[in-house]
């Protein structure tokens, strides 16, 4: 019912229910930066059964799908400001969103390579921190014909920004994408069916083409990862109100559930090889995110689990968290001239936590909600 009025419905009506705080949202924040935390500072724990931190990346894109895109709709279909003043404010708030815990990261970096890297490293860091500050790693990283999985990319302190590169350039296309849908009066689902489809199989073609690391880094062979939250939250904001019954709770329950397990599926079976990532492999992350979001707050695991005060401070620190862990850890790397010890790598894993939060409490109030 929901799939026939969404194609049915007409592009200007606009019934939200998506509204409000969702602390299992950022619950599964905390999952998805810990799983990649833990990926990169022990690359060899649990050897055979948890290699598959890394889509902890794949889960973010979802949830920034699902959240962004639910701004984007309130904005251009559900407002009486200008589309130029909305599209302006959209990318004044991600800036102040985004910056200010990526300059406190990039300094860091600047006073750190200028004391500890020798001149050809601290030559390569200049160009991934013009790359990290203006959201082009992606297509630096890719230039260097490395992937995400090769040997030496510890080496590189700032290849976790390839993930905001993708998420950026989705972000300068996808409010565009809609405003045109919008003026030209097409239907927003099937455009956004279209859009999603499009990008998942070149990302297929890619990789089975031998060309997986072009898929891992390009952003047209990402975006559907993203545009996967941006449907879940069309039908959360366009569709119709339902009341709860006993079957719909049920039916919540057992999605969430089975959100969960399929994400615990894609951690233990999925490989660090980037030979066959993303994919059709990647389908396992993104399936698990969209069920537990689709799922709402009130099903079991999202209620009971996710919404624990642990998990949902991780979530609120889960940026900045994701921004610091990985320049410390390939610093050491660099440092030690080889993996670290396990003390090393665990108080950088816990230095990156306090460093996280100082930066949750005293630098991006500061930066992003301040009058300058």
Known sequence: NILLFSVKANNNIFISHAGGYRPDIYGLRAIACLAVVFFHAFPHALKDTFQGGFIGVDIFFV?????????LYKKIYASDVSFTSNLLDFYVRRVRRIFPALIAVL???????????????????????????????????????????????DKKPLLHLWSLGVEEQFYIIFPLFLYLIYKCKINLLLCLIAFTVVS??????????????????????????????????????????????????KRANYLSIAGLGVLALGFFILKNSAHNFPGVKALLPILGSVLIIAAGPNAVVNKYILSHKVLVFLGLISYPLYLWHWPILSVCNIIEAGLPSRTIRITSVVLSIVLATLTYYFIEPKLRYGKN
Request: net charge negative; aromatic share 22%.
């Open 63 to 71: 949830i920034s799908g699902y959240l962004i895109s639910s701004i």
């Open 200 to 249: 998942f199989a070149l990302n297929v073609y890619d990789v089975y083409t031998g060309f997986s690391s072009k898929s891992f880094f390009m952003p047209y062979t990402r975006f559907w990862e993203l545009s996967s939250g941006a449907l879940l939250a069309y039908f959360n904001c366009f569709a119709k109100t339902k009341v709860e019954s006993e079957s719909s709770i």
């Open 107 to 153: 300094l860091f970096l600047i006073v750190v390579g200028n004391i500890e890297f020798f001149e050809d490293e601290y030559k390569r860091l200049s160009l991934h921190l013009f790359g990290g500050a203006t959201y082009i790693s992606n297509f630096i990283l890719y230039s260097e014909d490395g992937g995400y999985f090769d040997v030496g990319v």
